[in-house]
């Protein structure tokens, strides 16, 4: 269960880390032109970008392995397995994200099922 644990914590660790950065880091470059002078272009964040419409997402993408660390290290074998089996679910529907969820997919999922097969196999 320990490395269950470990790996939850991991995948939670990266999901939250990556929901902040994707909000309020440079992740986009706005420009301007002005008239007759040089186009100016500065780092903006998606905040700024898109607003609040992607957010709701990322609050499931990044809860999803935040809840399957609290259901591994407070709740029953059983009930870890159902969250578990769950926030995999719910993060692998980020690969349909064009603006950068699927790193949910990519980066969280595997940390996800590899916590689950560890738990699985450790001894009761």
């Known amino acids: 269960m320990r490395t269950a644990r470990l790996l939850a914590a991991a995948a939670a660790t990266i999901g939250v880390f990556y ?3 994707f909000f309020l880091g440079p992740t986009g470059m706005m420009c301007s032109i002005t ?5 100016v272009c500065r780092p903006t964040t998606q905040l700024e970008m898109s607003g609040l419409a992607p957010l709701p997402f990322f609050i499931l993408w990044a809860g999803a392995p ?4 609290a259901a591994l290290t407070w709740g029953s074998r059983a009930t ?3 969250v578990l089996v769950a926030a995999i679910l719910v993060d692998l529907t980020s690969i349909v994200s064009i603006g950068g969820g699927f790193y949910y997919a990519l980066f969280c999922v595997p940390l996800l099922m590899l916590a ?3 738990m699985r196999r450790a001894p009761a």
């Open 19 to 21: 929901a902040v950065y």
């Open 66 to 69: 935040v809840a399957a660390l």
């Open 116 to 118: 689950l097969v560890a």
């Open 35 to 39: 008239d007759g002078g040089p186009q």
């Open 80 to 82: 870890a397995t159902r």
